[in-house]
């Protein structure tokens, strides 16, 4: 069940948008780098794409059929 539910997220999507974001953190750091905040930006970001994949999901379920 948990399987079903991941794949709804699109974990590819996700990932890639990862390591965009820990590029564009370790830069803006400037070598002053928060691993508290950066754990919480990952976090952020991945619930935010994450119910961006689903909500896409459950609009386009007509559509993929």
Not at 38 to 57: D, W
């Amino acid at each position: 069940m948990f399987k079903h539910y991941y794949s709804l997220t699109k974990p590819g999507i996700i990932y890639g948008n990862l390591i965009t974001v820990s590029g564009g953190y370790f830069l803006a750091s400037h070598g002053n780098i928060d691993f508290i905040k950066y754990f919480f930006t990952m976090l952020g970001i991945t619930l935010v794409v994450a119910s961006g994949c689903v909500i896409n999901n459950i609009i386009d379920k007509d559509i993929d059929c």
